[in-house]
C-alpha cells in the first residue's frame, strides 16, 4: 500500500430549527479524510456525535492500517467531538492542531459551548470531549512521508487550515472549501468574507487537483479542487453582492437560492440571512 487517500461521509443530520419558516433543519453533509502509507495513517477531522466517531474508527481500522496522528483543521466542535471514540479505538495516535487555535479548540468544548452544540444534538455528543494538543512546526506525519499543514486564517472562523498532500495532489480543506454546499456565513462579516476570499486564493496556489471539502454534497459530481474553489469564490462574491441589496433575510435568501437552487443545506443560508439581516426587519 503506498500513499494513498480514502473518505469517511456522514449525510445531513436533523436539528432543531432556530429560523422562522423552515421546518426540516440539518446539519450539513460532512466528511472526514484518511491519508495512508505503508508505515501509518493521519486522519484529518473526526466528525461530531459518539455514533460517527465510533463508525469512523471502525472504517479507519477496515483500512489495516495504523493511526498516528489526528489532524483538526479549525475550531469548529463538529470536526472534533468525535475525537475521544477515536482515541479509545487507536490509543498511541496522536491529536494535533494548530498551535494558535487550540484556545478556540477548548472553548468550543467549554460547558457554556458544549450545552449549545448539546442542544443541536441532544444525548449525541460525548461527556468527556478531548481537545487536540499543539503541532510543532507545520507538517504531520503520514507514516513514513508528511502532509504540510496550510494555516490560512479567518474562513468561516478563525484559525482554519488545509492539509496538502503534494504527493497525491490532494488538498484536504476542512471549512475553507465546501463542496456543492451552503456555506456557513452566519456571524460573518465584510473583514471575514475577504479573509475567505484570500484562503481560497491561498489554497489555489497549492495547484491540487483533488480536494476533500469538511461539507460535501453526497450527489457532488466530483473532488475537482479547481471547481470547488472557483464555485466558493462565487459563492461569497454572490453572497457578498446580494447581502448588499438586500434588507430582510428572506431577500437576501431568494436571491441566493435563486442562484443556487440545487446546493445542499440551504438551512445554513436561513440561518446566516437571519442572523445578519433578522434585526433590521
Ligand atoms: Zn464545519
Known amino acids: ?12 443530520k436533523p436539528i432543531p430549527s432556530a429560523v422562522p419558516g423552515f421546518e426540516e433543519a440539518t446539519w450539513p453533509p460532512s466528511t472526514s479524510t484518511l491519508i495512508s502509507d505503508d508505515d501509518g495513517a493521519l486522519l484529518v477531522d473526526c466528525l461530531i456525535t459518539e455514533r460517527e466517531g465510533r463508525e469512523l474508527a471502525a472504517w479507519v481500522k477496515s483500512h489495516g492500517c495504523e493511526l498516528g496522528y489526528v489532524y483538526i483543521t479549525h475550531p469548529h466542535a463538529d470536526h472534533f467531538l468525535g475525537l475521544p471514540e477515536i482515541l479509545a479505538a487507536f490509543p498511541a495516535a496522536k491529536p494535533v492542531a494548530l498551535a494558535e487555535s487550540i484556545p478556540a479548540m477548548k472553548e468550543q468544548i467549554s460547558p457554556g459551548y458544549l450545552r449549545v452544540w448539546g442542544g443541536f444534538f441532544p444525548g ?16 504531520v506525519p503520514v507514516g513514513g512521508s508528511a502532509a504540510a499543514v496550510i494555516p490560512v486564517g479567518t474562513t468561516d472562523t478563525g484559525h482554519s487550515s488545509v492539509v496538502h498532500v503534494p504527493g497525491l495532489s490532494l488538498v484536504v480543506s ?100 437571519y442572523d445578519l439581516l433578522g434585526t433590521r426587519t
Open 1 to 12: 500500500m503506498s500513499l494513498d487517500f480514502d473518505v469517511f461521509v456522514v449525510d445531513p
Open 124 to 139: 449525541q455528543l460525548t461527556a468527556r470531549p478531548v481537545p487536540p494538543v499543539a503541532l510543532a512546526g507545520t507538517t
Open 174 to 273: 476542512g471549512d475553507v472549501v465546501y463542496n456543492r454546499t451552503h456555506m456557513w456565513l452566519s456571524g460573518s462579516t465584510p473583514d471575514s468574507r475577504a479573509s475567505w476570499a484570500r484562503a481560497l486564493d491561498a489554497v489555489a496556489a497549492l495547484e491540487a487537483d483533488t480536494l476533500i471539502a469538511g461539507h460535501r454534497d453526497p450527489q457532488a459530481a466530483d473532488d475537482d479542487a479547481r471547481r470547488q474553489i472557483g464555485e466558493c469564490r462565487r459563492y461569497i462574491a454572490d453572497f457578498e453582492a446580494a447581502l448588499e441589496r438586500s434588507s430582510a433575510p428572506a431577500e437576501l435568501i431568494d436571491r441566493m437560492m435563486a442562484a443556487y437552487p440545487d446546493v445542499a443545506n440551504p438551512y445554513t443560508l436561513w440561518v446566516a440571512a
